[in-house]
């Protein structure tokens, strides 16, 4: 690779450059993060690759900007898009990269069962608490008390907890970092793209625009250093469950096992 040209570029469209997200947006960290995985793996272009996202700001990451095959699905479908698409062709490597409003609350059915059967893929999670792209509405990840456009006299749900609920569906690696974090959150993803069966890496996401302004939560500054106060999980600690707070949101691994993939446990039925 040519050294003196920052290495994403050769994984970027240079024509959908520069991005649509807004100032400030965590988004090009998660973009940064997943290409740094990309090439610490040994992978000099996308091409054994194929991306699938849904709708919201995540999902413009791998679509239009990755030189790959993407496939850009309809709200809250990605996964199921993805899981078809890997029974299809398993040769290839299927990842999913996409928002918590579009992965964990129109298409959460598709995430929980997905993990349950441990579907051969990588789901990158951008989480921002909010739908950002929309207008700001009330997201499954809103914190308790927070206002949106939905909820303006302050969010009276609790939010998930996705790396728990994820883990505990059955997927075979979990893990949740922050744009504050980006060595770790890459580590987790090039961890995540060699694992079998089902790997979700959730990461935490400042959104200045739709969530900061709206809740209080501040500039895009603010927000990562509020990341940088979250606590990290202790290697092998037990995933208790816990009701998911501002500065009670842990980071670190939450499953990391090798139990069979579904395309493993489909070639061993009987014919």
Sequence with gaps: ???????????????????????????????????????????????????????????????????????????????????????????????????????????????????????????ICSTNFIYGMTGGQVAPTTFTGDRTTTSPYGNPERPFDLARLVAAAGANYVARWTTAHPIQASRAIKKALQRKGFSFVEILSQCPTAYGRRTGAGSAPEMLKWFKKLPVRKRGATVEQAVPTKLGQDLGEFADREDPSLLEALGRLPR
Excluded at 48 to 74: E, R
């Design 1 to 123: 690779m040519d050294t003196d040209v920052h290495f994403s570029r050769h994984y970027l469209r240079e024509e959908a450059l520069p991005t649509p997200f807004c100032p400030g947006c965590g988004n090009g960290i998660i973009t940064n993060a997943f290409l740094k995985a990309v090439r610490d793996l040994g992978h000099k272009d996308l091409s054994g690759f194929a991306f699938v996202s849904g709708i919201g700001c995540g999902a413009w990451i791998p679509s239009p900007h990755f030189k790959a095959d993407t496939l850009h699905t309809t709200h809250g479908r990605a996964i199921a898009f993805a899981t078809g698409l890997k029974l299809a062709r398993p040769e290839l490597e299927v990842v999913v990269i996409s928002g918590d409003g579009d992965l964990a609350a129109i298409g959460g059915n598709h995430l929980i069962h997905a993990a349950r059967r441990n579907v051969d893929m990588t789901v």
